[in-house]
């Protein structure tokens, strides 16, 4: 009986280390880093997986406003993972439903990605646009622009220490021509469910969170490449948790 036992032992000991060995192994080649391609100032995103290890429920219990981070950068995926919660395409044909409800499914935002000195090597700084109906990034600017957006978030330099910011925008128009002037309160709801879904999807992937809605209008809109008429909304800064 204790040869039996000690044999399993050693079966199951070096089970675990075979798996151990292979999943670094696996995770580093899923994560792809060194084959990010840029063509035209496109950079396509990795599929986004469809389950995780964390349910539903746990993430809303583990949901929380961080405002420290570690200085480690977010890989490709787990970028590709947020902003597919935050707008990505989450159905097939014609008519392409997405993440977060939108009234009359206008969708009247748009995301954006702000990487600064914690982003990925890569890619570097830089001010991106989501593309949904691509999962791809497009490059607008290689400036970084994390400690601008700080001092016009009443000066807010947490934001600064994140790997990155997802800023989310409204362009009324596109809701107003339907619901008129409630249509401005729709956007605003519709930004809620994409923050919510940044904050849900980032505790399912270990990360932290913030959001700032205190910030000079006009002043984002003068120092970010955004098209005119994308009013900001929300800035939903986003890094590794910070080492305790």
């Keep these: ?4 036992l000690s ?24 994560m792809g880093e060194g084959n990010i391609k840029e063509s035209n100032n496109i950079i396509s995103l990795p599929s986004p997986t469809l389950k995780g290890h964390v349910s539903v429920e746990e993430a809303i219990k583990r949901r929380r406003t961080r405002r420290s981070f570690s200085s480690d950068p977010l ?3 787990e970028w590709g993972q947020l902003l597919w919660s935050a707008q990505g395409i989450t159905s097939e044909g014609n008519l392409k439903k997405r993440a977060a ?5 206008l969708f009247p935002l748009d995301i954006y990605l702000v990487l600064g000195k914690n982003s990925l090597d890569p890619i570097g700084t830089g001010f991106f646009h ?8 497009k490059r607008l600017s290689n400036k970084d622009f994390t400690k601008k957006i700080a ?11 994140a790997s990155g910011m997802i800023l989310i925008t409204a ?9 008129e002037n409630r249509g401005i309160r729709y956007s605003h709801i519709e930004a809620g469910h994409v923050a919510q879904n940044c904050f849900l ?3 399912s992937l270990g990360l932290s969170v913030g959001i700032v809605g205190a910030f000079e209008d006009q002043s984002l809109i003068d120092l970010l490449p955004i098209p005119e008429g994308h009013e900001p909304i929300l800035i939903i800064p986003v890094g590794k948790k910070a080492k305790e």
């Design 1 to 4: 009986m204790i040869i039996m």
């Design 7 to 30: 044999y399993k032992s050693l079966i199951l000991f070096f089970a675990i280390y075979i798996i151990l060995s292979i999943i670094p192994l696996t995770f580093v080649l899923a």
């Design 75 to 77: 890989s490709i995926i």
């Design 101 to 105: 409800p939108s009234a009359g499914a």
């Design 130 to 137: 989501y593309l949904p109906d691509h999962h791809a990034l």
């Design 151 to 161: 001092e016009a978030s009443l000066w807010q330099y947490w934001m600064a220490q």
């Design 171 to 179: 362009e009324y128009p596109r809701i107003t021509s339907k619901y």
């Design 201 to 203: 999807q980032a505790e």
